[in-house]
């Protein structure tokens, strides 16, 4: 069997050495170089032509993000993160992950060592899952690659002006390559679009609230992290947070958010099957269900509930864009799905299956 090719990036020597000792236990695996900074993994990954590149995230030390955005738009290379999981840290993952890396893992901070074998086996995983991502699918999401943000920028922003009533709701699902593939949906909707969204991403608690904070920048919708009681509106994303469970129920005229910390479904918390089937009770609202690219089978059974308790379309990304095409597979077995769309196409779709695109049209 063909070994997988591995570029370890990090400015320690010693986190450098550990990547490399730990993942090369695995008989597939080989690291054929070790970059100490940006320019160094650039021109390695052009020299060296690795399967996967892993890349320590260390902040304020930007030149990872640099790195990988370089990589990204040159030689277009599967990229894992090693998040601190500090707040930097998370700001610098996100960031990367909406920049073309395809997936992350949290490691612990210098404050409690460097040890890192706890995580062997989940990196030595990603890495043979990042290994088999083509490599049309890695060029597909990144035609467009995010650029940085600044506060006051963002400010400028014209946003959509939050609706109380609406009758129609937009539920989406997602795992690994979520984040990119959100903001070229949430991005992509105009500043008018009238109904709410609520979104699973599966992330780890405040990795979230990073998450809607940078799709709020790039986006014409109003994006949040949700909260308990929330009212939800027209005109917003709503982010399930990390570790909770996300539900909406109707109390009178109103739709509220609640959240949870019952048992995961599927391995999640939040859950994609536990957002869907609290959507398909909501009979007096057109439903629209959604699922992108992620691992496993989470959203599947819940779409196919709704989608036989009267939905109104259900959509999956299609394998083209897909990071990883688990979840939208799983409910394909289902024979659920109307609809496959690519990444780039699903806002135009969303807006097609609410009417919102004819009335576009009308105006």
Same mark, same amino acid.
């Given at each position: 069997?063909?070994?997988?090719?591995?570029?370890?990036?990090?400015?320690?020597?010693?986190?450098?050495?550990?990547?490399?000792?730990?993942?090369?236990?695995?008989?597939?695996?080989?690291?054929?170089?070790?970059?100490?900074?940006?320019?160094?993994?650039?021109?390695?990954?052009?020299?060296?032509?690795?399967?996967?590149?892993?890349?320590?995230?260390?902040?304020?030390?930007?030149?990872?993000?640099?790195?990988?955005?370089?990589?990204?738009?040159?030689?277009?290379?599967?990229?894992?993160?090693?998040?601190?999981?500090?707040?930097?840290?998370?700001?610098?993952?996100?960031?990367?992950l909406q920049n073309g890396a395809v997936d992350f893992i949290s490691r612990p901070t210098q404050l409690y060592g460097?040890?890192?074998?706890?995580?062997?086996?989940?990196?030595?995983?990603?890495?043979?899952?990042?290994?088999?991502?083509?490599?049309?699918t890695l060029i597909l999401n990144n035609i467009t690659v995010s650029k940085v943000i600044t506060g006051q920028q963002?400010?400028?922003?014209?946003?959509?002006?939050?609706?109380?009533?609406?009758?129609?709701?937009?539920?989406?699902?997602?795992?690994?390559?979520?984040?990119?593939?959100? *903001?070229?949906? #949430?991005?992509?909707?105009? =500043?008018?679009?009238?109904?709410? $969204?609520?979104? @699973?991403?599966?992330?780890? &608690?405040?990795?979230?609230?990073?998450?809607?904070?940078?799709?709020?920048?790039?986006?014409?919708?109003?994006?949040?992290?949700?909260?308990?009681?929330?009212?939800?509106?027209?005109?917003?994303?709503?982010?399930?947070?990390?570790?909770?469970?996300?539900?909406?129920?109707?109390?009178?005229?109103?739709?509220?958010?609640?959240?949870?910390?019952?048992?995961?479904?599927?391995?999640?918390?939040?859950?994609?099957?536990?957002?869907?089937?609290?959507?398909?009770?909501?009979?007096?609202?057109?439903?629209?269900?959604?699922?992108?690219?992620?691992?496993?089978?989470?959203?599947?059974?819940?779409?196919?509930?709704?989608?036989?308790?009267?939905?109104?379309?259900?959509?999956?990304?299609?394998? *083209?864009?897909? #990071?990883?095409?688990?979840? =939208?597979?799983?409910?394909?077995? $289902?024979?659920? @799905?109307?609809?496959?769309? &690519?990444?780039?196409?699903?806002?135009?779709?969303?807006?097609?299956?609410?009417?919102?695109?004819?009335?576009?049209?009308?105006?």
């Amino acid at each position: 069997m063909q070994k997988i090719k591995v570029l370890v990036v990090a400015t320690s020597v010693m986190m450098r050495k550990q990547i490399s000792n730990l993942i090369t236990e695995d008989s597939i695996i080989e690291v054929i170089g070790a970059a100490r900074n940006a320019s160094e993994a650039v021109s390695m990954v052009q020299e060296l032509r690795p399967d996967v590149v892993t890349i320590d995230i260390e902040v304020p030390e930007l030149n990872s993000l640099v790195a990988l955005s370089s990589i990204m738009s040159q030689r277009p290379t599967p990229i894992l993160i090693l998040s601190s999981g500090t707040k930097d840290g998370i700001v610098a993952t996100i960031t990367g992950l909406q920049n073309g890396a395809v997936d992350f893992i949290s490691r612990p901070t210098q404050l409690y060592g460097l040890d890192l074998s706890h995580i062997k086996d989940e990196l030595i995983f990603k890495i043979k899952h990042a290994a088999q991502i083509p490599l049309r699918t890695l060029i597909l999401n990144n035609i467009t690659v995010s650029k940085v943000i600044t506060g006051q920028q963002a400010e400028d922003n014209s946003k959509t002006e939050c609706i109380e009533e609406f009758d129609q709701i937009i539920a989406i699902g997602c795992g690994v390559g979520g984040p990119k593939a959100l *903001e070229i949906v #949430i991005s992509s909707l105009p =500043a008018n679009f009238p109904y709410p $969204l609520l979104i @699973v991403q599966h992330m780890p &608690p405040k990795y979230t609230k990073v998450l809607a904070e940078r799709l709020k920048r790039f986006s014409s919708v109003q994006v949040v992290e949700a909260k308990n009681d929330q009212l939800v509106l027209g005109g917003t994303a709503y982010i399930a947070p990390g570790n909770c469970h996300m539900t909406v129920v109707q109390q009178g005229q109103e739709y509220r958010i609640k959240l949870h910390r019952k048992a995961p479904v599927n391995g999640h918390r939040p859950s994609v099957d536990v957002l869907f089937d609290s959507i398909s009770g909501l009979k007096s609202l057109k439903q629209h269900l959604i699922l992108m690219t992620g691992r496993g089978n989470d959203g599947s059974r819940g779409m196919l509930n709704a989608k036989q308790a009267g939905a109104q379309s259900t959509l999956v990304e299609s394998q *083209e864009t897909s #990071i990883i095409n688990e979840m =939208a597979e799983a409910a394909m077995a $289902l024979g659920c @799905v109307d609809d496959e769309v &690519p990444s780039h196409l699903l806002a135009s779709k969303v807006m097609e299956v609410t009417g919102e695109l004819a009335n576009k049209f009308d105006k």
